[in-house]
């Protein structure tokens, strides 16, 4: 009976690296196909949304056999129950992303904000499932080569019923800190070179507000509320403004108009933007509504009687631009800077951590603003930041005395919850050194 489950299981294995496998070999292949570069953006996109989808569905095969079997296998009403519960999580899970993309528009709808839900509960559940199953394995708490097979069954579905109330214990926490308003946070700078009629010049920090399948205009016109009664100098926009089109949700950005800042609004990339495909779109829709990207490129602030204290903004593409191969967008420091001269202070705007490391090892800057990490938002996210990402969140001092502020975000992404993670507002204050 084993000998069968392990030569099934190993084949379901097999599947799953063989479809991995194509996945990656084809979006390899695409990225040195030699056609248009649109062209080529839209099929490896495509191609990233089915690995995925296949990294979901073999998660749920996953599931299936470690929670899902057992509860079906048993007569009680309440297992019954549990499995049917689970089979809905599972399958809205996976259609999450479709769904949101189909759905976006002014507000989210329903069966947007359900199906995310019930993905940021399969994520926990799968965590759970595979602690659970470590801890199992790692101590032996369960003999397999002793006791009845009736109480191994009863053994294996009180089990899944402690994973599954943990996780909905988790998911229920989450929702809550997910759907509070984000809070708004000072911190003071202290800047070198900063003229003193700069003294005090005011940042607040917008990353990763998401507006698209789960957030909405409601959400955003708050946001935009807040941030214009603190009255700022300027206003950064450091990615991941937008999940979906311009077509879907042009409404529903439509609150930046009111943004309000004495030199300005101004936007960076985040690889969202590059994910709904539409990236040029937005750009000029950005424009239309007041606000200035910064293509790899900077602009001067200057001091609107004393033109002598200036203050250089610099913003870049992010690196998912170059990746994904959209047409001149990337990451590209060295274009940003040109021209930048360094006895100027300088704030750079990106979205990713990992670029104020770079930046702040080969240029000089005096405060990078970046954002991408969400805190974690729903853990085990946190893990993956963690490693791939030199900052995390909050406030680091590079080797070289700059700062670099790592924000948690405005809102959240898809799923509508935060664990062990603060959604936040950025005042930055820049005070002038002695």
């Known amino acids: 009976m084993a000998s069968g489950r392990s030569s099934k299981f190993d084949k379901v294995l097999v599947i799953v690296g063989a479809i991995v496998s194509i996945n990656v070999v084809s979006i390899i292949g695409t990225y040195f196909l030699d056609v248009n570069e649109k062209k080529k953006y839209k ?25 899902c079997s057992p509860l079906f296998n048993s007569a009680s009403v309440l297992n019954r129950i549990l499995f ?27 069966i947007s904000l359900l199906s995310y839900i019930c993905l940021g ?70 800047v ?13 920090h917008l990353p990763d507000l998401h507006v698209g399948p789960t957030v909405g205009k409601t959400m955003l016109e708050k946001v935009v509320r807040t941030t214009n009664q603190l009255n700022p100098d300027v206003i950064a926009l450091t990615g991941d403004l937008v999940d979906s089109t311009v077509y879907q ?40 509504l007041g606000v200035t990207p910064l293509h790899n490129s900077h602009v001067m602030l200057t001091h609107p009687e004393k033109s ?25 420091l060295t274009k940003a800077m040109k021209g930048v001269d360094s006895n100027i202070p300088t704030v750079l705007l990106a979205h990713r951590p990992k670029v104020a490391k770079l930046s702040l090892d080969n240029y000089s800057i005096d405060v990078v603003l970046t954002g991408h ?54 005042h930055v204050t820049l005070i002038t050194t002695s």
């Open 249 to 288: 949700i042009r409404q529903a950005v439509k609150p930046l108009l009111k943004l309000k800042a004495r030199y300005g609004v101004y936007f960076v990339t985040g690889n969202h933007e590059y994910y709904t495909g539409d990236v040029d779109g937005w750009l000029k829709e950005l424009e239309y």
């Open 192 to 204: 070198k070179n900063l003229p003193p009629e700069l003294n005090g010049f005011t940042i607040v």
């Open 121 to 190: 509960l399969f994520i926990l559940l799968t965590t759970a499932t595979l602690l659970a199953d470590f801890v199992t394995c790692l101590f032996g708490a369960i003999n397999m080569r002793s006791g009845s097979l009736a109480s191994k069954s009863r053994y294996a579905r009180f089990h899944v019923i402690g994973i599954i109330i943990i996780s909905f214990m988790l998911a229920l926490v989450a929702l809550h800190n997910g759907l509070k308003e984000p809070l708004v946070k000072n911190i003071k700078l202290p």
């Open 84 to 110: 049917l519960l689970l089979m809905v999580v599972i399958i809205l899970a996976q259609g999450s992303i479709m769904l949101g993309t189909i759905f976006s528009g002014i507000e989210p709808h329903w």
């Open 308 to 332: 002598h204290a200036k203050i250089c903004l610099v913003g870049v593409d992010d690196v998912e631009g170059g990746f994904l191969r959209s047409g001149d967008h990337g990451s590209d």
């Open 373 to 426: 990490t969400h805190g974690g938002q729903l853990f085990p996210i946190h893990l993956w930041h963690l490693i791939r990402e030199p900052y995390f969140a909050g406030l680091y001092q590079h080797k070289s005395g700059s700062y670099v502020y790592v924000s948690s975000g405005v809102h959240f992404w898809g799923m509508p919850m935060r664990l062990w993670s603060q959604a936040e507002i950025t």
């Open 43 to 67: 099929l490896i996109l495509i191609q990233c949304l089915l690995a995925t989808q296949s990294l979901m569905f073999f998660t749920a095969r996953y599931l299936w056999l470690r929670l």
